[in-house]
T-cell receptor, first 113, second 111 residues
Framework: GAVVSQHPSRVICKSGTSVKIECRSL??????MFWYRQFPKQSLMLMAT?????????EQGVEKDKFLINHASLTLSTLTVTSAHPEDSSFYIC?????????FGPGTRLTVT | QKEVEQDPGPLSVPEGAIVSLNCTYS??????FMWYRQYSRKGPELLMY????GNKEDGRFTAQVDKSSKYISLFIRDSQPSDSATYLC???????????FGKGITLSVRP
């Protein structure tokens, strides 16, 4: 199967700082990547769709100025949580598409203190 | 009505049991059907992917799609404690489109 990595796997930051999470497709090129967040015991919530070379499309209710997404290449998308607050603490997961299949990264646990 | 409904859980079975997980959907535009397995604190892992109505088998797992009834299932034979996880059904309308997930069901296989 295809492999998607995320970095870091875990991050703790102070309130008001920004955090960048990287998502990479290691063995395939992905024109489209997705970013999700997941709260404990809940399903994944789609935040945004990231297309290489164009602006991300955000889901309703997701602040695009707070969650900055950059899809700079066919193997890399980044999510930057700006001015993080404790309520942003969550599990962030990316996925990358190969044909009709979507492969997920291992997730990044963000804790904002 | 939600686009994808998944049988609620949790589900607990003894080791060796056959497990049946089910989802229904209302959007006829869904053409591609997936089952993901997610262990605690990990990203979802693609287990099975199907397109057409019928059965698809992979080892102990069988995915079944009935487009006329808008119903999909995942069967796990000879279930193992390592199968204990949350299982999510998911659907696509086309390539690079958004996945629509069911809520997920937590399966526990007792030794």
């Amino acid at each position: 199967g295809a492999v998607v990595s995320q970095h870091p796997s875990r991050v703790i930051c102070k309130s008001g700082t920004s955090v960048k999470i990287e998502c990479r497709s290691l063995d395939f090129q992905a024109t489209t990547m997705f970013w999700y967040r997941q709260f404990p015991k809940q399903s994944l919530m789609l935040m945004a769709t990231s297309n290489e070379g164009s602006k991300a499309t955000y889901e309703q209710g997701v602040e695009k100025d707070k969650f900055l997404i950059n899809h700079a290449s066919l193997t890399l998308s980044t999510l930057t949580v700006t001015s993080a607050h404790p309520e942003d603490s969550s599990f962030y997961i990316c996925s990358a598409t190969r044909d009709y299949e979507q492969y997920f990264g291992p997730g990044t646990r963000l804790t904002v203190t | 009505q939600k686009e994808v409904e998944q049988d609620p859980g949790p589900l607990s079975v003894p080791e060796g049991a056959i497990v049946s997980l089910n989802c229904t959907y209302s959007n006829s535009a869904f053409q591609y059907f997936m089952w993901y397995r997610q262990y605690s604190r990990k990203g979802p892992e693609l287990l099975m992917y199907t397109y057409s109505s019928g059965n698809k088998e992979d080892g102990r797992f069988t995915a079944q799609v009935d487009k006329s009834s808008k119903y999909i299932s995942l069967f796990i034979r000879d279930s193992q404690p390592s199968d204990s996880a949350t299982y999510l059904c998911a659907m696509l309308t086309g390539a690079n489109s958004k996945l629509t997930f069911g809520k997920g069901i937590t399966l526990s296989v007792r030794p």
